[in-house]
Structure formats: structure tokens, C-alpha cells
């Protein structure tokens, strides 16, 4: 093994490396932090320094970094199989994968389509959906209702059935339309309803409207059940994600539930439909579902979706989509493991008490000037910063007050990405009682000082 010093690592990934999301014309100018240890809750720098990861790498991690179960069925599967296609074979660990995913999923969920990160998920899940309605000789269903706020990756189909105009407008003419249904962003909605209840029923019915008005034309409607993610960590009220399955029942459309960033416990349940009793028609997984160590992803549809596409060879029903690495062995032994880990650890089990000291610390932020808003679900928390709390004016974008928030909290020990203005807690779900005291104390901190309250 041979290490690098971090002068040298830095000049190298400022030369060559070309981060997402990034302006690299700062990037270039500034000190990145070379990671180059996970211990738990933590990432350690090239210089010794720890963070407590706060995001849980991009809300992927689960148990930890390097978690000794883990890491042992990793090596245990490189030196047995690294990879094998699934195109004409099999491998073992995809299948007991499959099996164990079905399990656990909502019930009725009965395949399993693998691939390798979430926007494909999604995006197998819409040509799916497609594909369908063209098999169930309905071929006028080709169009998708989406959400305003929405996030489903960045690949063009996933970007197509996403709202975040920041992120993608400059994409729009590469996008295929979609009838775009409001979100119930109670903080920030436009409907004019007082309150939760009455602004999702709002939505709700412009939803239905527009279902009525397009049924014939739609194949599918694709949420983020319980929690739009990127869209800056929105919390539909309880009863949305049913009420959202009813109406997909009556209009006759496919419902897809995008859980890559919800699912594998992040809200307390092991998927975010589950909390709502929903089995959709299509759920794509990934984030979670190596607890943070592997790409794999994974679009899970029932046997009425499955059924559609089964016929002769020369009837051309079958489902043309396939990827390099689908079923990875190594990746899908990873997941395994993460699995009998939640057995094992009964972590769900173990979340109750840390969501409810987040929860109790969530309503303390409340009380300083600039914090808007605050909203949790599970382990999932977004702290919308404001400049005025009366009137709800945002902090203009421009003075990224969220970046310069984790920043500080940087000098605090603490690893935070936020969206926008809000600052986003998302930690693996393994986080101590004490870490998660931590993060909040400084994350509390860094809003003080920032804002100056
Ligand atoms: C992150 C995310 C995606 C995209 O996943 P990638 O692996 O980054 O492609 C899709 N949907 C949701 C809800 C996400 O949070």
C-alpha cells in the first residue's frame, strides 16, 4: 500500500477529477477534503480529521462505514464470483437477493428487474409502465403524470418525469412533456389552504382533475411516496400516498413508487408504502439498498405488470432494456448482508427513540429567527432557513446560506450537504444516541452563527 500525501491528492483531483454538481471554476480554487477512511458514523480526511457523516454519504449509508458484516461478504464473494451476466445466465446471489427483496417489499410486489443506480430505476420503471399499456393493447397510454418538486435522478428520461426546474431547465428541449401535478409543499404551496390537511386535499383534487381529463393518455403517475428528497425533504401529510393509489386504481394508471431514497428503513418502516398499507405497480430501489457500499438498484413490479410482457418470441413483448452490470454478484451479496444485518441488529427496531429525540430537537430550531421551517419523517430531516419568518422571504440563492451553514458546521466536526436552503440530516440509521446529540448541537451552532441568532 502506498500513501499519498494530501497536497498531492488534492493537485490531482484538481487537474482531473470533474465533480457533479459542482461549478469547477470554484472547486479549482478551493482545498477539497480527501476522504480516505469510513469508521461507523464517521469519515476520517487525509489529515487525520473526523466527520460525523450527517448525510450519510448522499443517503446511501445504513449501518456505518466499514461495518465488519459487511466488509466480510464482500471478500467472501471476490474470491468466489465477481461478476457474471445475466444476460443468458443466472447467478446465485441474484436470485437469493430477488427472493429476500420480494419478502420484505410490499406485498404483491413479486419481480425483481436489476440495474445499477437510481435514475435508471426509475427510468426502467417508466419504459415498463410504457410498454404495458402497448402490450395491454391500449397503445394511446403513453404519457406520465409527475410532481412539481419532484426529483427522480438525471438520466433524460428520469430528468423528464422530474420538477426541479433549477436543477434541469436547461434540459427541457432534450425532455419528453408530462402533466405535472402539485405537491403539497404545505410551507411554500400556492393552493392557499391553512394548513396540511386542507393543502393536500387541494392537490389531491387538482390531481383528480387532471386524471379524469387525461386517463385515456396516461400510463403512469411516478411519487416519492412520504418524502420528496432533493426537492428540499417535503413531508406529505398522513393518508397522501393511499389516497394517491386510490385514485391511480380508478383512472386505471399505473402507479410507480420511486423509494430510492425513502426505502431500506430511512422512515422507520422498511419502504415508505408500507407505512400507508400501498403495494404500487412498479418501486424502484437503490441508495439503500447496499447500505451505501455498491451501485446496484432495483425496479420491483408485480405479476399483472410481469404478465403483460410474457407471449411468443415473435410477438415481440419482451421488455428490451438490459444493463452491463445488471445482478452484479458482489453488489447483490452486499445487499444480502445489509439484510441479515437489520435481522440481526433489529435496527428498525432501534429507530423509534433517535426519531423522537430528532423530533424534540427539530421543534427547539423552531425557535430561532431564521429557521422557517422544519420537517421530519424517520431519520430524514430538511431545516429551511428564511431571512424573514413572518413573511416566509427566502435567503436570496445567490448568498448560498445553506452551503456556508455546512461549512461551518465543518469546523464543528460535522459532514453536511445541503439543498438550497435547507439543510438536510440524513444519517446512517446505525447513529448513536450521542452522534446523533452531536450533529444536532452542531448543526444548531452553525445555524447561530451563520445567521447570526
Ligand atoms: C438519488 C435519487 C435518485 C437517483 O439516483 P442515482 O443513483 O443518483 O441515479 C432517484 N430518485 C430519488 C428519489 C433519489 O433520491
Same mark, same amino acid.
Given at each position: 500500500?502506498?500513501?499519498?500525501?494530501?497536497?498531492?491528492?488534492?493537485?490531482?483531483?484538481?487537474?482531473?477529477?470533474?465533480?457533479?454538481?459542482?461549478?469547477?471554476?470554484?472547486?479549482?480554487?478551493?482545498?477539497?477534503?480527501?476522504?480516505?477512511?469510513?469508521?461507523?458514523?464517521?469519515?476520517?480526511?487525509?489529515?487525520?480529521?473526523?466527520?460525523?457523516?450527517?448525510?450519510?454519504?448522499?443517503?446511501?449509508?445504513?449501518?456505518?462505514?466499514?461495518?465488519?458484516?459487511?466488509?466480510?461478504?464482500?471478500?467472501?464473494?471476490?474470491?468466489?464470483?465477481?461478476?457474471?451476466?445475466?444476460?443468458?445466465?443466472?447467478?446465485?446471489?441474484?436470485?437469493?437477493?430477488?427472493?429476500?427483496?420480494?419478502?420484505?417489499?410490499?406485498?404483491?410486489?413479486?419481480?425483481?428487474?436489476?440495474?445499477?443506480?437510481?435514475?435508471?430505476?426509475?427510468?426502467?420503471?417508466?419504459?415498463?409502465?410504457?410498454?404495458?399499456?402497448?402490450?395491454?393493447?391500449?397503445?394511446?397510454?403513453?404519457?406520465?403524470?409527475?410532481?412539481?418538486?419532484?426529483?427522480?435522478?438525471?438520466?433524460?428520461?428520469?430528468?423528464?418525469?422530474?420538477?426541479?426546474?433549477?436543477?434541469?431547465?436547461?434540459?427541457?428541449?432534450?425532455?419528453?412533456?408530462?402533466?405535472?401535478?402539485?405537491?403539497?409543499?404545505?410551507?411554500?404551496?400556492?393552493?392557499?389552504?391553512?394548513?396540511?390537511?386542507?393543502?393536500?386535499?387541494?392537490?389531491?383534487?387538482?390531481?383528480?382533475?387532471?386524471?379524469?381529463?387525461?386517463?385515456?393518455?396516461?400510463?403512469?403517475?411516478?411519487?416519492?411516496?412520504?418524502?420528496?428528497?432533493?426537492?428540499?425533504?417535503?413531508?406529505?401529510?398522513?393518508?397522501?400516498?393511499?389516497?394517491?393509489?386510490?385514485?391511480? +386504481?380508478?383512472?386505471?394508471?399505473? =402507479? /410507480? $413508487?420511486?423509494?430510492?431514497? %425513502?426505502?431500506?428503513?430511512? #422512515?422507520?418502516?422498511? !419502504?415508505?408504502?408500507?407505512?400507508?398499507?400501498?403495494?404500487?405497480?412498479?418501486?424502484?430501489?437503490?441508495?439503500?439498498?447496499?447500505?451505501?457500499?455498491?451501485?446496484?438498484?432495483?425496479?420491483?413490479?408485480?405479476?399483472?405488470?410481469?404478465?403483460?410482457?410474457?407471449?411468443?418470441?415473435?410477438?415481440?413483448?419482451?421488455?428490451?432494456?438490459?444493463?452491463?452490470?445488471?445482478?452484479?454478484?458482489?453488489?447483490?451479496?452486499?445487499?444480502?448482508?445489509?439484510?441479515?444485518?437489520?435481522?440481526?441488529?433489529?435496527?428498525?427496531?432501534?429507530?423509534?427513540?433517535?426519531?423522537?429525540?430528532?423530533?424534540?430537537?427539530?421543534?427547539?430550531?423552531?425557535?430561532?429567527?431564521?429557521?422557517? +421551517?422544519?420537517?421530519?419523517?424517520? =431519520? /430524514? $430531516?430538511?431545516?429551511?432557513? %428564511?431571512?424573514?419568518?413572518? #413573511?416566509?422571504?427566502? !435567503?436570496?440563492?445567490?448568498?448560498?446560506?445553506?452551503?456556508?451553514?455546512?461549512?461551518?458546521?465543518?469546523?464543528?466536526?460535522?459532514?453536511?450537504?445541503?439543498?438550497?436552503?435547507?439543510?438536510?440530516?440524513?444519517?446512517?440509521?446505525?447513529?448513536?444516541?450521542?452522534?446523533?446529540?452531536?450533529?444536532?448541537?452542531?448543526?444548531?451552532?452553525?445555524?447561530?452563527?451563520?445567521?447570526?441568532?
Amino acid at each position: 500500500m502506498h500513501s499519498t500525501d494530501t497536497k498531492t491528492l488534492r493537485d490531482m483531483d484538481r487537474t482531473h477529477v470533474w465533480h457533479p454538481f459542482t461549478q469547477m471554476k470554484e472547486w479549482e480554487k478551493s482545498d477539497p477534503c480527501v476522504i480516505v477512511r469510513g469508521e461507523g458514523s464517521w469519515l476520517i480526511d487525509s489529515d487525520g480529521n473526523r466527520y460525523l457523516d450527517g448525510v450519510g454519504s448522499i443517503w446511501t449509508n445504513v449501518h456505518g462505514h466499514c461495518k465488519r458484516e459487511i466488509n466480510d461478504a464482500i471478500k467472501e464473494q471476490v474470491d468466489l464470483l465477481e461478476h457474471s451476466t445475466l444476460l443468458g445466465l443466472t447467478n446465485d446471489k441474484a436470485a437469493i437477493l430477488a427472493r429476500r427483496l420480494v419478502e420484505v417489499a410490499p406485498p404483491g410486489l413479486c419481480k425483481v428487474f436489476y440495474s445499477d443506480n437510481g435514475s435508471t430505476a426509475v427510468e426502467i420503471g417508466v419504459k415498463m409502465a410504457f410498454q404495458y399499456w402497448q402490450h395491454r393493447r391500449r397503445p394511446g397510454k403513453t404519457k406520465f403524470i409527475s410532481f412539481r418538486n419532484a426529483y427522480h435522478g438525471d438520466t433524460i428520461g428520469a430528468v423528464s418525469v422530474g420538477g426541479i426546474d433549477l436543477f434541469h431547465g436547461v434540459f427541457r428541449p432534450l425532455l419528453f412533456p408530462t402533466i405535472q401535478a402539485p405537491s403539497p409543499y404545505c410551507y411554500r404551496c400556492e393552493c392557499g389552504a391553512s394548513d396540511s390537511a386542507t393543502c393536500a386535499m387541494e392537490c389531491l383534487s387538482e390531481l383528480e382533475r387532471l386524471m379524469a381529463a387525461h386517463a385515456g393518455e396516461v400510463a403512469g403517475l411516478v411519487i416519492e411516496p412520504l418524502v420528496q428528497g432533493a426537492g428540499g425533504m417535503i413531508v406529505q401529510p398522513e393518508g397522501f400516498v393511499r389516497q394517491v393509489r386510490e385514485l391511480c +386504481d380508478r383512472y386505471d394508471i399505473l =402507479m /410507480i $413508487a420511486d423509494e430510492v431514497a %425513502v426505502g431500506f428503513g430511512r #422512515t422507520g418502516a422498511m !419502504f415508505a408504502c408500507g407505512h400507508e398499507g400501498v403495494t404500487p405497480d412498479i418501486m424502484a430501489l437503490s441508495k439503500g439498498i447496499t447500505a451505501g457500499y455498491l451501485p446496484l438498484a432495483a425496479t420491483l413490479s408485480t405479476q399483472k405488470v410481469y404478465d403483460a410482457f410474457l407471449g411468443e418470441y415473435r410477438e415481440m413483448k419482451t421488455f428490451f432494456h438490459g444493463h452491463t452490470f445488471t445482478g452484479n454478484p458482489i453488489a447483490c451479496a452486499t445487499a444480502l448482508a445489509s439484510l441479515d444485518l437489520f435481522e440481526k441488529d433489529r435496527l428498525l427496531e432501534t429507530l423509534p427513540s433517535k426519531t423522537e429525540y430528532l423530533q424534540q430537537r427539530l421543534h427547539t430550531l423552531m425557535e430561532l429567527s431564521h429557521v422557517g +421551517d422544519v420537517r421530519q419523517c424517520g =431519520m /430524514i $430531516a430538511g431545516i429551511e432557513l %428564511v431571512r424573514d419568518k413572518q #413573511t416566509k422571504e427566502p !435567503f436570496p440563492w445567490e448568498e448560498r446560506i445553506g452551503v456556508q451553514v455546512c461549512l461551518e458546521a465543518r469546523r464543528h466536526g460535522l459532514f453536511l450537504r445541503p439543498l438550497g436552503n435547507v439543510i438536510v440530516i440524513f444519517p446512517p440509521l446505525s447513529i448513536s444516541h450521542d452522534e446523533l446529540r452531536l450533529l444536532m448541537d452542531g448543526i444548531e451552532v452553525s445555524i447561530r452563527e451563520i445567521t447570526g441568532d
